[in-house]
Structures are given as C-alpha cells and as structure tokens.
C-alpha cells in the first residue's frame, strides 16, 4: 500500500472501528466499451456511429494530479475508482468499512437526448450490480437516473426499486430547474415506494451559470459555490412542499460541505415566519423539516482551522442525527485518511456519523 | 410617534449611545416627477413620451403590510423612504445617528438603454444631493451608478468622487456577471481613487436566475437565497485579483446577512489551497483578504434562536472589524428596534459594530 494512503494514527487502524458505512464512494466506468454488455444494440450502435468516446464527467480531469488521491491511478489509463480491488485495498479495508455506497459521476445528465440519456442509465445500473455489487458484498450502490424526463427516471427506480443492492436514488446537484419543481416529484413518488433516499451529489451540468450572478472564470470560484447550490436546492424542496407530499422521504446531501447549514436554518426560519403566507403548506419552522428530512455527508469537511469551530458548528445544527461518514474516494478532496473524521467528536456523535446515522437513512 | 416604534427598552434610549453610524438607511424617489428637475432635457422628454410611472423597484411591494415597517407609510401614497421629516423621526432620531448613509434602491440597473440609465443614476445623485444632503447634516448618500456601462458608471464616480456627502459607490448584488470580472474594474479603480467603498446590496435584476439551480417560485426562496448571491461575489472578487489590483478597496455587503460568512471562510481557504496555481495572485489565505477587505451590515440579522449560537458565530470571524451597524430603515426586515443589534454583545465589540468600524470604512 502506497506511504499516502497508509493509515497513521492509532485511532485509524482497521480494528478500532466495526460496522463503519461510508456514504460516498465513487466507482468509475473504465471506458464506454464496458457498459456495451448492458446496452441494448440501438444504442450500442449508436455509440458506436457517433464515435462518442467516454461520458466520464471532467469534474475531476484526468493527468491532473490533484484530481485524485495519490495512488488510485490506474496503470491501464483507466480513471481512478474504475478497479474493484484497488477500491477494496484503498477504500474499503482502510476504515473496515460494512458497507459503502457507490455514487457512479457517470454523466448521463448531460445528454440532451432523454431516451439514450435513459438508456445510458439502465446500463450504468446493471453493470454497477454485474461488476460491483455481485462481486463484492460490503458495497451497494445508488440508482443512476436520467433527471431530464423524471417520468423515466421514475421507471428506472420502478426497475430496481426492489432489488437489495440499491439503497439510493441519485442526482447532482446543478439541475435544470430547482428539485423542489413538482417537474420531479415523479421521482420522489418512486423512491418514497421504496423507502430510497434521493441522494443528491455535487456538480451536473445545465445551461445556468454554476453561481447565481453568472459565469465564474476559475473552477477554484466553481467548485467553492457549490455549497451555494445545495443551499438552494434545500430551500427549494422545503418550500415546494416535497416534503408535505412525500412525507417519509430523505435526502442525502453528498460533497456539500456542512458547515453553511446553521446560518441558512437560522436565515430561512427567520423569513418564513415573514412569509409564510406564500407557502401554507409549510407549516412548521423549516429548520424541523430540514432535521427531520435532510442529511448532509460530511466529506470534504470544511472546517475552520480552529477545531472548537467546528464542534461550536455541529452543535448549531442541534439535531446529532444529520451528518453521515464519507470518504468521497478517489478524489482529490479526500487527501488524508484522519482528515475524514473531524477530530475529538463526542465518542457518542462519532458513533453516529460513522454508522447509526446511515443506517437510519439507508435499508441495508 | 407610533407604538411599534417605541423604543421599549432602557438600552435602546437616545442617550444609552454616542457616534452612532447606521450604514443601511434607505430612501425612496416619491415619484419620477421628483427627478426632473435634475434630468436633461432630453431623458425628461423621454420618460414623459414613454409614459415611464417610476423605477421604484418591486423588492418592497406597495400595498403588501410587511414591505415596510409600521408607520413608515405616507399619506400621499408616496414610498416609505421619501419623506426626509419622517425619515428623521422614526431612523436618526431613535438610535441618535451621528451619521446615516443612504443607499437608494431606484432602478436605474434595469434599464437597458446604457445612456438613459447613466441619466437617471446623476439624477437621482442630484436629487439625494438637493433634497436630502443639503437639509439634514446627519445624512450621507451612496452614488448611484448604473453598472451597465462600468466606463459611464466611472464618470459618474468622478462627478461626485470629492463631494463631501457622498461616501460609497452602491451596486446591487444580482449583476450582470459576478463582480470580480476585469468588465468591473473601471468602477473600483474610480472608487478607490476617491477613497470610497464599494456597497453591494440585496437585490438588482439580470437574466439570470437568482438560484444557481434555476428560477425558484416564491420570493421566500428568492430572498433566503440572496445570501448566496453574497458568497458568491465574494469568492469572485477575490478570484480574480481585484483587491490585488486596487489594495485600497473595500467593499460593504449590505443586506446581505453574515453568519454564513465563517463556514464560506473555511471552504474558501481549504480549496484555494489545493487549487492556488490558478490564481497565482491571490497569494495568501482568502480568508486574510476578505478580513481586510470585505465589511457587513448586520441586518437583517440571520441568527438562532440561542443567542450564544450568535456570539460563537461572530467569533468564528476571527476579526471585530468586519461587522457595520444598520438598520435597513424602513423595510420590513428591521421589524422591531430592539432586534437591530445582537444581544449581549461584548461592550467593546458594541462599540465597533455601533460606530468605530464604521468610521474607518467610510469617510466623514
């Protein structure tokens, strides 16, 4: 095992810990070639004909060396994640993990097409329980859907809605219009069905700007307004009723960062009650419904460089029951392994994070 | 004076505090009629051919009771804000104001047509000139500029830059592209010339939704989500290198709450650290330059429902400098007086918020 991954603290060593889910772990398609087994022969052929090489997402570009930990490059070319024993070896053994979820980036948002968009997806699914999931009991791993027509993303979850393997249904979180649109509840009606967590992740692709005053010149300004979306995103679903209509669904937000939430509990509490009148159908404080309904993993941690800030934070939050354990392999976000838990956690919150927080949200 | 402008409690009397400087005071055009004696020939024409009723802009609806405190109201169906009598009484008698700076909300970033905007952004500087400067010595004033044509927006900076009254340059926080873009430049390099910070307000008007994830539907989402708009222009001034350009330049977030400021803080440094190489100039913490150059009003105050939450909040700023006193007089987000500072702040910290941080932003 490679001196940047090896485990240094005595904290960290694989029996310190048992029944450890980690909640974001990134398995990637080698290359197009490997869904072909999956895809029905239209669109095979139309792979094909198109000359389309890869839908691996650019979040984290290949030949960059901060795009993924040091260590999990393949030496076929293939993308980092995109080998079951070097993720068991890197991923899975290190934190003696039960289970991990797999949240496959593969971008099938980002095809305007909506029926090869779905096609995409199904087979990205069936090759995720063929080459994973059949081969490896401690991971399960979230439904790809195509968000572009939540009608066939809803027969996606129908398809595997069932099947044991599948805990999550997932999205990324720059979307074609807010999640809270009743354009998406199709797919909220589906995954409540099957007691599925929406599991939404950072990046997508759409025709709005990734910052809400235009077009950032610098993937630095990019990747830090994420956060700013998922606040949205929040607001959103809260405000539209998702969570009215669908009473016992979760969603899961995933690369989020965590920090942000007191300031917009505090901030949205405080409007709603100005305001409430345009939304009766909240009603109750949204910060009850964002502790009851949203959970926040919480890797990479955003964290001030004083570690009281961040217990001060958690504990703003008020409720020990929203932050689930993640690693986010193989990106470069991850860089240290102790870094991946915040340090001097309650023991009792700790346990939390690591393992009874998920095991409320997911069916495992 | 109205019972809901009372002030109830023995700290809030005029004597309890000295210096005061709120930094948030707005006031209103009563009519575009008010205008004209201080636009050319030309655009008078133009707004009566075209039948133009006012630019008074929609953030505050007439007629709603919560756009505007009680008893802010006129009679004559003018907007709250345009009365200078009233204005005295109910914003710089009650919390004894050594200084008030008003921003003026018109709309002169909607218009489209670059040179009429310019037109009405030196009206409306001449008529807070005549109208409010001259007869209240308590009084400054933001220039308005239309930031539509950052060249023209200089000139008017120019006009004004040495007029004792005016003390900040205003723009409005939903720009065209995010405020660190070298389109801007012209404006800050004008600003800082003349010693003045540059405030960013809540609202403004572009083609953009005001949510990175898309057109949210009710303006409760809108304004929660205003604060993000904030981080955002933050992350893109420092991004791009403006206070590296112009080291003298502040920039005042108004309206902007500022309890998300310490988690933006935290994920800023942590990604520019991987990430630096893209934008080499920005060569220290971001959290340093924001420090040094970035100040928030304080309302309306997004805060928990503890206040100790509050407290560990603006300690996570690591700097009592940032923090600006305002009332954001006479909307409804300043609904009760007692509620414009935080409780059980440190006297000292009182003091700067109250006062000295203002001083050493603006010039008087």
Known sequence: MDDAITLKSENFRNEARTGVIDCD????????????????????DYVVEHGIKSLEPNYYPRGTPLSARPGS?????????SNLDVLR???LDPWNVQYAILNCLYGVQMIHNEDWAAAMA????????????EKEPRLRASIVVASQNPEQAAEEIHRLGEHPGFVQVLLMVHSEMPYGKKHYWPIYEAAQQYGLPIGIHAGGVTGYPTMPVGWPSYYLEDYVSQSQAFQ?????????????KFPQLRVVLIESGFTWLPSLMWRFDKNWKGLRREVPWVNRLPSEIIKEHIRLTIQPLDESPKPEHLLETIEQIRSEDMLLFSTDYPHWHFDKNEEALPAKLPPRLEKKILSENARSVYRF
């Open 25 to 44: 772990v990134h398995n990637a398609v080698p290359s197009i070639q490997a869904l072909f087994p999956y895809l029905e022969d239209r669109w095979r």
């Open 73 to 81: 490059e393949l030496p076929n070319g293939h993308p980092p994640g």
């Open 89 to 91: 070896q890197q991923a």
């Open 232 to 244: 949205s995103q929040i607001v959103s679903l809260v405000s539209e009723g998702v969570f009215k």
């Open 122 to 133: 199904r087979a990205v699914n069936d090759w995720q329980n063929a080459e994973w999931l």
